[in-house]
């Protein structure tokens, strides 16, 4: 999973070909979250309306981040006090998804665990991120490097 947030970090423009993202424009660093396996879900419902008879996409990732410690939370803190965020999921099918692409995400859950039993999640338990879009999540159309897709701007990927 990659996340780009904060002041200054946007995407200002896609470009969609045959249902995928071939290129996005704007700037700012994408930061990268090595997920555990089976510790994250990406989702997606629909809001409908039939009086207004207008319809919305609900996106809804929601995962855990282990190994809580001061970086963690420094992130943690920074992730739920941004007003727009925009990720990038990979699913194990080695798909990449555009998550919040129009209007940006929000976190809207989450909690920080040491945990109690020694099997317990010590981390960023249920981080659950969510927006409200126009359109459906969009696959990117990865050919070479997820890093080429984003060359209309000025992006950077951090790990």
Avoid: C, H
Wanted: hydrophobic letters at 35%; zero cysteines.
């Amino acid at each position: 999973m990659w996340v780009l947030g904060g002041s200054g970090n946007t995407i200002t423009g896609y470009t969609v070909t045959n249902s995928q993202v071939t290129a996005i424009g704007g700037t700012g660093t994408w930061f990268q979250f090595q997920l555990p396996k089976q510790s994250g879900s990406l989702s997606e419902t629909l809001g409908v309306n039939s009086v207004s008879q207008s319809v919305t996409f609900q996106p809804e990732i929601v995962v855990n981040l282990p190994k809580l410690n001061t970086t963690l939370r420094d992130t943690f803190v920074d992730l739920v006090s941004q007003n727009e965020i925009y990720a990038l999921i990979e699913d194990n099918n080695n798909r990449y998804w555009l998550v919040f692409l129009d209007n940006g995400g929000l976190v809207t859950a989450g909690s920080l665990n040491t945990g109690q039993a020694y099997t317990d999640l010590n981390g960023a338990t249920a981080l659950t991120m969510t927006g409200g879009e126009p359109t459906s999540i969009r696959e990117v159309d990865v050919t070479t490097t997820i890093a080429a897709v984003f060359t209309a701007g000025g992006f950077t990927f951090q790990s």
